[in-house]
């Protein structure tokens, strides 16, 4: 079993930057991959970025890329989520998932493919 806890939600005005942190606990000791999605109220939960063990491979939605980076601390188990230039149509719970391997990029970006999730944390855009 893991546990993810996600922080460092809010409400931020429009152009400007959250960094959002998602601790894993539990069964850590294999190799993992993370990621983060995204739902906003009536729509479906879609892929906004993941990561790769190593951190040697990431992938972003395009509507976050070059906005959003994700990165890792495998020392401490946890994933980030720098996001700088936000706009309100970000505004959604962010959650944050875990899944063991992740080898291939479409285990990458699948939600499916992905065996825990966190709680989620609320970022909100003003505009």
């Known amino acids: 079993q893991v546990h993810l806890v996600e922080s460092g939600g809010g409400l931020v005005q429009a152009g400007g930057s959250l960094r959002l942190s998602c601790a894993a606990s539990?069964?850590?000791?294999?190799?993992?991959?993370m990621c983060w999605f995204r739902q906003a109220p009536g729509k479906e939960r879609e892929f906004v970025a993941a990561i790769s063990w190593s951190g040697g491979r990431t992938y972003y939605a395009d509507s976050v890329k070059g906005r959003f980076t994700i990165s890792r601390d495998n020392a401490k188990n946890t994933v980030f989520l720098q996001m700088n230039s936000l706009k309100p149509e970000d505004t959604a719970v962010y959650y944050c998932a875990f899944q063991y391997g992740g080898h291939t990029t479409v285990r990458l970006t699948a939600k499916g493919a992905y065996d825990y999730w966190g709680q989620g944390t609320q970022v909100t855009v003003s505009s």
């Open positions: 539990g069964r850590t000791s294999s190799t993992y991959a």
